[in-house]
T-cell receptor
Framework: GAVVSQHPSRVICKSGTSVKIECRSL??????MFWYRQFPKQSLMLMAT?????????EQGVEKDKFLINHASLTLSTLTVTSAHPEDSSFYIC????????????????FGPGTRLTVL | AQSVAQPEDQVNVAEGNPLTVKCTYSVSGNPYLFWYVQYPNRGLQFLLK??????LVKGSYGFEAEFNKSQTSFHLKKPSALVSDSALYFC?????????????FGGGTRLMVKP
C-alpha cells in the first residue's frame, strides 16, 4: 500500500522559533497533499490543501503567513509554523492523494503518522 | 456543505461481544464514506470505504460497515471485539463531485474493549 512519512515525529521548541514539518509520499507521487491539525481528544481539522507547483489553499480561519506550506515536488510537502507560540502546540497530520483518472474520485487519502509539536 | 456526525464520544464493550460505532452523514450529492482508526500519538489508519456497489463493506481487522442511504448512516461493526481494537475511530465523508478531494471527519468515537 501507499506509505506517507512525516518528519519529525515529535518536536519541542521555544516560543518565537519556526518549525518545519516534512510530509513525504514514499512509493507514489502525490499531486495533492493535505495538512490537518488535531487537538487533544478532538477530530482532525483540515488546515490547507497543497497542490504540487501551486499555492496552497487554506481553510477559513487558518493564517497563511503563520502556517507556510510548500509543495515543491510530487513527493514532498512541508509545513512551516512560523514564530511558534504555545497555542500552536498540537498534533499535525498530513495526508497524500495519488493522482487518479480524470473525473474519478476513487482515490483515497493516505495519512502520515503525525508530528507532535510542543511550543514552550 | 458536507458533514459527519458520530453521536457517541465513547463506546464500551466487553471482549468477544459485537460492537457498533455509529456514523451519520450529510452531503448534497452521493457520498464516499470512510472509516479510519487512530492509536495514541499515531496517524490515521484506513479501515474501509464505501464508494458504490454492495451496501455492506468489509475492511481490515474484521471490521465491516453498512451503507444505509435512507438513514444516511454508515455504522462500523465487528462481530467479536478484541481488547486490541481499543482506539479512536473516525468516520469521514467526501461529497461527489463537489468537494474536490476534501474529507470531512466526524468528531471521533473512542472504543474501549474490556477483557
Amino acid at each position: 500500500g501507499a506509505v506517507v512519512s512525516q518528519h519529525p515525529s515529535r518536536v519541542i521548541c521555544k516560543s518565537g522559533t519556526s518549525v518545519k514539518i516534512e510530509c513525504r509520499s514514499l512509493d507514489f507521487q502525490a499531486t495533492t497533499m493535505f495538512w490537518y491539525r488535531q487537538f487533544p481528544k478532538q477530530s482532525l481539522m483540515l488546515m490547507a490543501t497543497s497542490n504540487e507547483g501551486s499555492k496552497a489553499t487554506y481553510e477559513q480561519g487558518v493564517e497563511k503567513d503563520k502556517f507556510l506550506i510548500n509543495h515543491a515536488s510530487l513527493t514532498l510537502s512541508t509545513l512551516t509554523v512560523t514564530s511558534a507560540h504555545p497555542e500552536d502546540s498540537s498534533f499535525y497530520i498530513c495526508s497524500a492523494r495519488p493522482p487518479g483518472l480524470a473525473g474519478v474520485y476513487y482515490n483515497e487519502q493516505f495519512f502520515g503518522p503525525g508530528t507532535r509539536l510542543t511550543v514552550l | 456543505a458536507q458533514s459527519v456526525a458520530q453521536p457517541e464520544d465513547q463506546v464500551n464493550v466487553a471482549e468477544g461481544n459485537p460492537l457498533t460505532v455509529k456514523c451519520t452523514y450529510s452531503v448534497s450529492g452521493n457520498p464516499y464514506l470512510f472509516w479510519y482508526v487512530q492509536y495514541p500519538n499515531r496517524g490515521l489508519q484506513f479501515l474501509l470505504k464505501y464508494i458504490t456497489g454492495d451496501n455492506l463493506v468489509k475492511g481490515s481487522y474484521g471490521f465491516e460497515a453498512e451503507f444505509n442511504k435512507s438513514q444516511t448512516s454508515f455504522h462500523l461493526k465487528k462481530p467479536s471485539a478484541l481488547v486490541s481494537d481499543s482506539a479512536l475511530y473516525f468516520c469521514a465523508v467526501r461529497d461527489i463531485p463537489n468537494a474536490g478531494n476534501m474529507l470531512t471527519f466526524g468528531g471521533g468515537t473512542r472504543l474501549m474493549v474490556k477483557p
